[in-house]
């Protein structure tokens, strides 16, 4: 089971690929993996440069989670997707500002930052990029 | 009546307001009062609030990015990111550097901080940051109004206090699409509406909110304003004024010499209640939308505490082409999702939980 406090070290770490979708592109083969890597996974060079994902994107797969990991059952039901970027990137995202009934493959998402958890009444505050249904405008 | 040596102008605007919505009749339900007559008086229809993954760093976000947009400007040039608040994520720790990391602003070379002053921190970020741009210290200054404002179960309160923000890139007047010409602020100690420290829902006199705090703050401040400027009411073609209510906006108007078509465009709260911080500047929001070049506005915050900063406003050209960048007010507006009491409280975490499931 995962600890119930969020490890603040690694929040702290980790806020470019959380905050602004950070992600690490192979300049061998093209690749890009988020979160970043040390090494590609597909060609297994280690040139790797710092790109950034676009926010856009649609959803590939989901899945509705009821019984959640400790800490996390506040926020229940959690909806993980795929979300494929519009660079063709795919990620794992939670969704958000959407019912479980209306999620449909294929629909359009951006991202927006949004808490994850929060560690107790003294711990820090988690917050990560997640991802909702493109909202309507008007006359645009 | 103070103004910037440089000239200084309003260079991107952005709203955030949660898509969650309740209905007054919904929160008079939960506490067997009748609407009508309890809450009726007020004119706020629906109330938005927030989601359960949402606080005030995550609207000032949104309505930030809306802004920079908007604004077209490098992201690492502002140097200024100060977020007008009283319902902080942390009670120590600033929200701005949560937002100078998560934009990627200013390479770090930022200065950033919270401000309170009850509903008019945004407003008294905005004049801090004229301060800078105006002397020249900076060229672009990031100013944030955001609250998810809180009403005690069952008060009056509880059928305005909203969530939602708004957010302005500050600049010199060459890159705007309005000028900010002129500001005058009035403040004195009022004692019409606090929350001391470690409470959760704040106290207020019911006596003292009307005509001793938010009428005269406004007024004064207005009309010092106009005085020095030489203008009055007919040489503006809107006025926009602190909303806590949908009623005080257009009585206030009415002191002051200004009909209600010239406030409507800016009267957002019978839709979404009050954003506290957020208040004046998400309705300036609603104004710039629409508004053309060549035209004048009439801004005046309201806090608590008490004070009000009153802002004379001139469109410049450019800025129907800024209009079509990000979302209107108008959208968020209309894109709601309705909840009822029971979820409300979860969503505002009224609920004492057990031990720790991840809540505040
Ligand atoms: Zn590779």
Known sequence: MWSVKASVPSLWREAPSRYRLEATECVECGARHYPPREICPRCGSKNLRRVRLPESGKVISFTHVRAPLRGFEYYTPLTLAIIELDDGTRILGQLTDVDPEDVVEGMRVSAVIRIVRVSGETGVVSYALKFRPEMPTGDR | ?360
Not at chain 2, 56 to 68: G, P, Q, R, S, V
Not at chain 2, 105 to 116: N, Q
Not at chain 2, 295 to 319: P, R, Y
């Open chain 2, 1 to 360: 009546m103070v103004r910037p040596d440089r000239g200084v102008g309003i260079v991107g605007w952005g709203v955030y307001i949660p898509v969650h919505r309740i209905r007054a009749e919904e929160l008079a339900r939960a506490w067997g009062r009748d609407w009508k007559r309890f809450a009726a008086g007020v004119f706020v229809e629906e109330k938005s609030l927030p989601g359960l993954d949402e606080d005030t760093f995550t609207i000032a976000y949104e309505a930030a990015k809306n802004a920079l947009r908007r604004a077209r400007i490098d992201p690492k040039s502002v140097r200024a990111v100060y977020v007008g608040t009283e319902s902080k994520p942390y009670a120590v720790k600033p929200t701005s550097t949560m937002l100078i990391e998560a934009l990627d602003l200013g390479e770090r070379s930022t200065t950033g901080a919270d401000f309170e002053f009850a509903c008019k921190a945004g407003t008294e970020a905005l004049e801090a940051t004229i301060g800078l741009v105006g002397s020249g210290m900076i060229d672009y200054g990031l100013v944030i109004g955001a609250d998810t404002a809180q009403g005690a179960p069952g008060d009056p309160l509880e059928y305005t206090a909203a969530s939602g923000g708004a957010a302005l890139v500050i600049g010199p007047v060459e890159n705007s699409i309005a000028e900010i010409v002129a500001s005058h602020s009035f403040v004195t100690d009022t004692p019409d509406f606090w929350r001391r420290k470690l409470v959760k829902y704040p106290a207020h006199t019911k006596a003292f909110t009307g005509v001793p705090a938010y009428f005269r703050h406004i007024t004064t401040a207005a009309r010092a304003l106009m005085d020095e400027l030489g203008t009055n009411p007919g040489d503006y073609d809107y006025a926009v004024f602190h909303q806590p209510n949908g009623k005080f906006p257009l009585r206030v108007g009415k002191m002051l010499g200004f009909p209600k078509e010239k406030i409507l465009p800016g009267l957002i709260t019978p839709k979404i209640g009050n954003t506290y911080s957020g208040s004046s500047l998400v309705g300036l929001s609603a104004v710039l939308d629409v508004a053309k070049p060549g035209q004048k506005i009439l801004v005046a915050s309201f806090g608590s505490g008490a004070g009000s900063d009153a802002f004379h406003i001139e469109v410049l050209d450019g800025i129907e082409e800024a209009q079509a960048l990000a979302p209107r007010v108008s959208d968020y507006v209309n894109w709601k999702r309705y909840v009822d009491y029971a979820i409300y409280a979860r969503n505002r975490r009224m609920y004492k939980m057990p031990n720790d499931m991840g809540a505040y």
